[in-house]
């Protein structure tokens, strides 16, 4: 297949780039220079339980890589689902085996798909997964970027994982057998969901097994399924081979289809050799999963090199923040954060560029690289403003891939995934993502059609376009009633804040008329404020409020929460909802409330009732004192946050870290600032380390914390390039190009930035 030129050089520029980080790296480790990898423990967020399950990936793959090759896990026929959305449960005692694509830190069940399992001999019952799977022990698992490995007890056998973005490299090293084998089982899926058109060969004079399979998860249900295709070649010729249907094993066979199929392969490892394999992986066809596996796994492959240039591009991009100071256990967690930060989206383009779209047409990516498993309801609020901050490149192509879905498919979708659109949560996050972007000076993609595609799918201009659910009624009635949809409280402020948004695009458009037209409609949340209870709360479509009314339960006015939770989701105009409450003191007073409730609820197998971290709606709460003049307690409140809701530990994370979400809030809240999302705006909160220095392509950002401690929680002064900074915020232009953000702090609250100016809401500023 012919080779685009732009890709061709994006791909060498990608293999110099290592080349350099292994240069840095030697000049750093001559130097005494720890790198960041150092700090990362994958197993952080492996575990919890309830409400609190992580859902975190353990095993290798590279920065947002296509392949994400880790173990799934298992307690047997009962292991709670949730549990295991993303494969692996910190709780679990058996493995199932290692499969090749997960989503990280998701609660939808999906992928986990051409499942590798070595066993000792071969026969009908262990081509089972009953038969196949096989208990573990912690105190034998090693993970670290980029590598993981286990002993699987039942047969001794120890295994290792690497990565590179496209293919997943397996060593497995047996205890002296004839009948060393090596299982791929074609429909292995995640517990709930299915697999159908699996098929493989065998390809013994190419010591070689390819097939594929359409994954039905949770997600890809929703839009048909998604295929994978795989090409998996041994390092060495097999002694025996063979596959296997419905439990049935066909010795020497080499295809098999239908259900439950896989194949095998055998080998004499009486000398103690180990076993390798490389499987590259492909969403477009086997001929691409080979070209994939041939371009990162060429045949002087080494296990350990392919290791060490994981690690080295890990530490090329964590290197991005550098921290200084702090406890080794805010270390830990913070590089931990980053590196969850930095596993989704997925990287969907093969080596040559080509990638499946959302039409089910295969399309090459022209001078960018296509992604996919956007968790948008989640991730726009922390994960996207990170990554226009620290990797405004790869941001830049994630909005481009959003155009391309877009022009495939008539429409940009809350949670797309894989090839399709899932639909999955509410709202119309895309417009949030793109504004905040644009606004803080991400520019290299298509405005014009990104711009199109919002105004098309927010507006009802276009009566052929594909609209947000309910959108007449919302534009008819400025609010959704109980009778119009469940959770419509959620949806009315989820549709207001993607309006903000979009008046703020279209303001730095020029688009002055749209502008005026979605900032009146941004205020549409007032319309389900009750002064009689001060919550924002559902709605007849009459107009009266729903009764009898608890501020603890949804009584389906809520998705995912209730009052506590969804009343302050307002982000973009807290001025306003100050307003509605009576005042800065109310508003802080509130707030002192909601948070001493909170402070009594330290179990996370259930939801929070009051301030609940582990779920998104809240996530901006502890910030919302900078808009009521008191930034101390921001600064307290944030440091708590930080202390109770992250760990690391498995059970590190207060609940799916949803592609990253809950790591990017630690990321930018250990830095001391915060992002106002779908604005350029950042509040500044309380930083953990003395010094934390960005190292971006338009010039470092510096943030100090003079005498910064876990008692020195407290801002004393600030300075910005060494003028007095008097107000708890920031805009991107303060800090883009390197700035220089200094703060002195100390162990009381001070008055510092009690009296200067408010951070911006939209009803205070145009």
């Known amino acids: 297949m012919n080779v685009g030129p732009s890709t061709t050089l994006k791909h060498l520029g990608i293999a110099l780039g290592l080349l350099f980080c292994f240069a840095t790296a030697g000049a750093r480790a001559a130097g005494g220079y720890t790198s960041p990898t150092a700090y990362v423990d994958p197993f952080i967020g492996t575990g919890g339980a309830g409400w609190g399950v992580g859902s975190i990936v353990p095993g290798a793959t590279r920065p947002f890589g296509m392949v994400k090759l880790s173990p799934d896990t298992s307690t047997g026929d009962y292991a709670p689902d949730f549990a295991h959305c993303g494969g692996y449960w910190y709780p679990d005692t058996e493995i199932r085996g290692f499969t090749h694509n997960h989503l990280v830190g998701t609660g939808a069940a999906d992928q986990g798909n051409i499942l590798v399992m070595p066993i000792v001999g071969i ?15 912690h105190e034998t698992e090693v993970a670290s970027p980029g590598y993981y490995a286990v002993t ?22 047996f205890p002296p057998t004839a009948q060393a084998t090596v299982l791929i089982d074609v429909s292995a899926v995640m517990r709930t969901d299915s697999a159908t058109d699996e098929s493989v060969q065998v390809l013994p004079g190419n010591a070689e097994i390819v097939g594929s399979m359409t994954n039905h998860g949770s997600l890809s249900k929703r839009y048909g399924g998604q295929t994978i295709y795989f090409s998996a070649q041994f390092k060495r010729p097999m002694d025996d081979w063979g596959t296997f249907a419905d439990g049935v094993v066909s010795p020497g066979a080499t295809t098999a289809a239908g259900e439950h199929i896989g194949a095998y392969a055998q080998f004499d490892v009486r000398d103690g050799s180990p ?24 045949g002087t492959w080494s296990f350990d090199r392919v290791r060490e240039e994981a690690e080295a591009a890990w ?7 550098e921290v200084e100071g702090g406890t080794e256990r805010q270390r830990r967690i913070f590089y931990t954060a980053l590196y969850h930060a930095m596993m989704m989206p997925t990287l969907y383009t093969d080596v040559n560029g080509l990638y499946m779209g959302f039409d089910g047409s295969v399309h090459s990516a022209d001078g960018f690289r296509y992604y996919t498993d956007m968790s948008l309801w989640d991730t726009f609020r922390t994960l996207h403003p990170l990554l226009t901050l620290i990797a405004p490149d790869i941001q830049a192509d994630i909005i481009t891939s959003m155009v391309k879905m877009y022009e495939q498919s008539g429409y940009i979708d809350r949670w797309p995934q894989g090839n399709g659109a899932t639909g999955s949560m509410i709202g119309d996050s895309p417009a949030i993502v793109i504004a905040d972007a644009w606004l803080k000076g991400v520019r290299d993609f298509d405005i014009d059609t990104a711009y199109e595609a919002l105004v098309r799918q927010g507006t009802l201009e276009d009566p052929d376009a594909w609209h947000r659910p309910d959108l007449e009624t919302y534009l008819t009635r400025q609010f959704l ?39 009146e409609r941004a205020g549409y949340y007032r319309n389900h404020y009750n002064p009689a209870t001060g919550f924002l709360q559902g709605r007849h479509a009459d107009g009266s409020f729903l009764e009898p009314f608890s501020p603890y339960y949804s009584a389906d006015q809520y998705v995912e929460g209730n009052a506590y939770h969804w009343t302050w989701y307002v982000p973009y105009d807290v001025a306003g909802l100050i307003q509605l409450f009576g005042g800065d003191q109310v508003m802080g007073a509130r707030l002192d409330e909601l948070f001493r409730r909170s402070e009594f609820h330290h179990d996370t197998a259930l939801p929070d009732l009051e301030y609940w971290h582990g779920n998104e709606p809240d996530l901006h709460v502890s910030y919302l004192y900078d808009f009521a003049g008191r930034p101390d307690k921001t600064q307290h409140r944030v440091r708590w946050v930080m202390e109770t809701k992250y760990d690391d530990t498995p059970a590190g994370l207060d609940g799916n870290d949803d592609g990253g979400t809950l790591s990017a809030w630690y990321v930018f809240s250990a830095m001391g600032i915060y992002p106002v999302a779908g604005t350029d705006v950042y509040l500044i909160g309380s930083p953990l380390f003395s010094r934390t220095t960005l190292h971006l392509k338009d010039g470092d950002v510096v943030i ?26 920031l805009t991107h232009a303060d800090l883009i190009p390197g700035r220089t953000l200094d703060m002195v702090m100390g162990p009381k609250a001070s008055a510092w ?9 939209l009803s205070t500023s145009k």
Do not use: C
Request: hydrophobic residues 40%; negative net charge; charged residues 25%.
């Open 152 to 173: 699987l007890d039942d047969d001794g056998i120890r295994a290792e994982l690497t990565a590179t973005e496209h293919v997943g490299f397996h060593r497995y090293t």
């Open 704 to 729: 100090t914390a003079r005498d910064a401690s876990q008692a020195n929680a407290y801002i004393q002064s600030a300075e910005l390039d060494g003028r007095p900074l008097d107000h708890a915020w």
């Open 275 to 298: 076993v390798e394999l490389a499987v590259g992986i492909s969403y477009i066809s086997v001929e691409q999963a080979q070209i994939n596996r041939m371009a990162e796994a060429l």
């Open 123 to 137: 026969n009908d019952y262990l081509s089972t997964e009953e038969g196949y799977r096989s208990r573990f022990d």
């Open 753 to 761: 930035a009690r009296d200067g100016a408010k951070p911006p809401s």
């Open 315 to 321: 530490d090329a991009a964590l290197s991005v923040i």
């Open 481 to 519: 009633a109980m009778e119009d949809t469940g959770g419509s409280v959620s949806k009315t402020l989820e549709y207001a804040y993607a309006d903000a948004a979009l008046s703020l695009l279209a303001q730095a458009l020029g688009d002055d008329t749209r502008a005026d037209q979605f900032r």
